[in-house]
Every structure is written in C-alpha cells, then in structure tokens.
C-alpha cells in the first residue's frame, strides 16, 4: 500500500511536468523542479498521522534532495511528536549531508560521503557522482568511490554488483569486507547460479585484495606507534641518562618530575581559559612547553639542594630518598588536583593525516616525534658544541681533574641535575597530548626509562636514542599477543639477559664510572 502511494504522488508529478511549457525544462534540458505546491503538500503530509502518506512525501523530498528543505524540516521537528521525528530524520540526514558534499572543509565532505554510502540510498548516486567530479582532494575522492560501489553492491544488477565488488577490492576498502562476505555465503548455496558463483569469485580477489592491504597498514601502524612511545621514553630518558652518567645518581622521582611538568601544562591550560581571551586557548600548549620545562628544572634544583646533594656516592641511600621524595609529590598532587585531570590539545594538533588505507597518523604524536627529535637535536648541540658542554662532559669523565682545571664541579652538579629534570618535564608536557594526567603519571614510565638507560649506555647519548627505539617499538610489537603486563615482563627479561652478556650496555662509557 506504502509503494502504490509513493507511485502514485511521484506519477502525478511527472504528469504535471510533462504539461508545462517547453521553458520549463532547466538549463541542462532536465526535467524542472516539482512545483512549490506539491512540495508543500509533501511537507504537510509529514505531519500528518497517516504512515502511508508520510513515507510518501519522505520518498518525493529525497528524490527533490534539495538542502533549502532543512529550515522547514527542522520547524516540523520541533512542533511534532515522536513518531513524526522518527519518520523525517533520515529524510534530514540525507539532505544535511548533501548540502555537506559542498563544504570547504575536507573533513566535512568526506564525513558526508560516507555517511550517504552508508545510507545504501541508491538516490545518493546521482549527489555523489555530481561531488566526485569536482572533487580534488584525494581521500575524498576516495571515500566518495567507495560510498558509490558500496551503494551498487547492493544493486539488483548482477553486472553492477561485480564491478562493484571488482571497485571495492581495487579501492582496498576494509568497510566492504562485511558485504563481500555476505556474497560468498550466498554463492555457497546449492542453488547458486552462474552469475552468483561469478560475483562471488570476484568477492573472493576483493577480499583478498583487501586482507592484505590491511596486514601492511597493521604492521605500518605497530612501527608508528612503537617510534610515538619511544619518543615519550626517549625524552624522558635523556635527563635520567645525563644525571645518571654525570653523577652517577639513581633517581627514584624523576617520574613524579614528568609529572610535575604535566600539571604544570594542566595549570597553564587552566590560566588560558580564565585570565586571556577564548581566541587566544589554542596557543596555551607553546607556553606550556617552557612553563613545564621550568616547573620541574626548579623542582630538580631544589631536589638536589635539600637531598641529593648530602648523598653522593652512596647509590642505596639516594635510590631510597628519592623514593620517598616520589611518594611525597604523589600524595601532594593527589591532594591539591585529584586523582584525574585533563589537558585538551589545541586545534591544531587535533585530528590527522592519512597516508594510506587504513593507516591514520594524529598529529598530536606526530608533534611528539618532532619534539623528541628537538631535543636530542638540542642535547647534542648544548654538550659538543658550546663551552657548557665542554665542562659537563669534562665532570663526567674526571671530576677530580676538571675541579683543578678551575670546573665548578658543584654548580655543574646542581644545574645538570635542574637540565635533566626539566627534559623530564617536558616529556610530561608531551604526554598531556595522548593521556589524561594522574597522579601515578610517571610510575608508568620510570621503569621503562632506567630500562633505556641501562641498555644503551649510562651517559651516552646515542645509545639512549638506540635504546628507546627498541624497547619502545618492542612494547608496542608484543602488546598484542602478550597484552601490556606480560610484554612488559618479557622486555624486562630480556633486557636482563642481554645485560648479562653486555653489562656496559649498548655502548660502552668511558671515564670515572668505567673504573667504578
């Protein structure tokens, strides 16, 4: 009764059309527009209690599809009840995303391709090969394709669905998988007929097709995230190496100082929103850099004033004081922030860059590996190729000699210490970008970070970087099949076993430790 309905309306306004004058033709020589009047008969039987009538005029407005409907579509909206609202949504859905298929932003049209493919509307064909043909950015044009031969899968010609699924497995598309399987469950019927078993052996390349794209895009997106968390444990574990290899201190708070420079972009997020204007919120994080580099620099100086200071050469002791000193700044930030806070990303590192089906990069990691290369950049710049440096790595080789040659090994000591917190400070500000901030911040990276140390060589720099590529990319490689726990356990042996055979390390050190 639904479908004589809709046929009806729909026959009358192409009786009406075909009546009218030659000049009612468009400038293309199409068929004009159904006149205003039926239109608005369309939308008066949307509100009406008749469901007939209703799918009726839903199925003539998507056939009009035409974006200026939504004003007079969302003041029916408002003024009907439920069962009204139910009938137009997806009529509103249709025409917002065509309107979309226009849009400036890219993000934008592609959402609303994909939304119509998904829609299996075979209206929206005519909309998306309009948008195809004038689209230039190439994962639009990408998504528009699929929507399309995702729509024509389901089409009632058998030659239609083979291209589509021929398409679907060119395009490599992971969203067709679900369909194309579908049709090779049909082909396995007994009663299956030659065109089926055709369209289901071009199914079957597709999926192929499709299953290994998607094992590249697997293993490209394991390495992508092991090099992200190896950026995080290599800027951590720069600061932990330099005041390990420089004063041979083992550090037990240098996570809660990671964490220190995590609240300190926390407040400084908290100071853009209350005290600058709203336009000024997106530039917040390039002042959160040096506040939390600051932050922690501070809190180290003080660390090594007070505490640190008092205990060198007595590893034990040190290691066990600056345990107790993490459990204080712990329990301090869990008193004055709670247990759970949260930093939002500036516009610009929000969202990402696709680099092949099914491979995504965010720009928020993506500004980490950047930053990670920075500071290794800046590292190396500050110890081989400024007077500083010079002293820093004179103390580390010979502490004795270099404090005859007039080296203020003290203050060389203090300032080192401040330098490598203030790296651990600025692994905090960058882990902001891909996790909330809790007071157990730093007791996730620690181990991880003496790790790294250990491994490549106390004190030198490139195995540091050596180092946090293979335990960050070991982490991210047995995540999956172990889970986070186990993998962290079996890095952990192996590390052990590799010390065992190679105690210095990666690379070995030189100077004053090498004897110790």
């Known amino acids: 009764m639904k479908s004589v309905l809709s046929m009806v309306l729909l026959g009358a306004v192409s009786l009406w059309g075909a009546g009218q004058a030659v000049g009612a033709e468009g400038p293309r020589g199409t068929t004009a527009a159904p006149p205003l009047s039926f239109i608005d008969k369309a939308l008066t039987d949307l509100s009406s209690g008749d469901q007939a009538k209703q799918d009726a005029a839903v199925l003539l407005l998507s056939e009009q599809g035409d974006p200026g409907l939504l004003p007079k579509l969302e003041e029916i909206r408002d003024n009907a009840d439920r069962s009204v609202r139910l009938a137009i949504k997806p009529l509103m859905d ?27 509307k075979p209206v929206v064909i005519p909309w998306l090969e309009a948008a195809l043909a004038g689209e230039s950015n190439r994962w639009v044009r990408y998504t528009i394709e699929e929507s399309l031969a995702l729509i024509r899968l389901a089409s009632d010609n058998p030659d239609d669905k083979i291209n589509a699924a021929a398409k679907l497995g060119e395009l490599r598309s992971p969203n067709a998988v679900p369909a194309l399987k579908e049709l090779l ?33 697997n293993a490209f997106e394991t390495i992508f995230r092991g090099i992200s968390l190896s950026s995080i444990l290599l800027i951590m574990s720069l600061g932990l190496a330099i005041v390990f290899g420089l004063m041979g201190v083992i550090n037990m708070a240098h996570g809660e100082l990671m964490m220190i420079g995590a609240y300190a972009t926390f407040v400084t997020q908290e100071c853009f929103k209350a005290y600058l204007p709203a336009g000024l919120f997106d530039y917040y994080f390039f002042m959160s850099m040096p506040v939390s580099f600051c932050a922690a620099a501070l809190c180290g100086l003080i660390l090594e004033a007070t505490v640190i200071r008092f205990l060198y050469g007595r590893p034990l002791e040190t290691m066990l004081a600056t345990w107790g000193v993490s459990l204080v700044l712990i329990q301090a930030a869990r008193v004055y922030f709670g247990d759970l806070t949260s930093v939002v990303a500036p516009s610009w590192l929000s969202g990402g860059a696709q680099v092949m089906v099914g491979v995504y990069l965010p720009y928020n990691r ?43 090994t003290r203050k060389v000591d203090a300032y080192t210490f401040a330098f490598g917190s203030g790296l651990a400070g600025l692994a905090g500000c960058a882990l902001t970008l891909i996790g909330n901030v809790e007071p157990g911040l730093g007791q996730n990276y620690i ?62 050190i030189k100077g004053r430790h090498a004897d110790a």
Do not use: H
């Not at 199914?203 to 192929?208: G, H, L, P, V």
């Open 94 to 120: 249709l025409l917002k995303n065509r309107a979309n298929l226009a849009s400036s932003d890219a993000d934008r049209r592609r959402s609303a391709a994909a939304d119509l493919g998904s829609s299996g």
């Open 185 to 217: 469950l049909q082909a396995g019927a007994t009663d299956a007929t030659d065109q089926q078993k055709a369209l289901a052996n071009t199914a079957r390349i597709a999926i192929e097709q499709i299953d290994i794209q998607a094992s590249w895009a």
């Open 366 to 408: 993506l500004f980490i590996i950047v930053l990670s290369i920075l500071c290794v950049a800046g590292i190396y710049f500050l110890l081989f190729r400024t007077g500083v440096g010079l002293r820093v790595r004179a103390v580390m080789q010979n502490r004795d000699m270099s404090s005859c040659l007039g080296i203020p």
């Open 447 to 508: 181990v991880d970070s003496f790790m790294v140390v250990v491994t490549g060589g106390v004190g030198k720099l490139m195995g540091t970087i050596v180092a946090s590529l293979g335990i960050g990319g070991l982490n991210k490689l047995l995540e999956p099949s172990f889970g986070a726990v186990y993998g962290k356990v079996l890095i952990l042996v192996l590390v052990i076993l590799f010390l065992q055979r190679r105690p210095s390390g990666l690379f070995t």
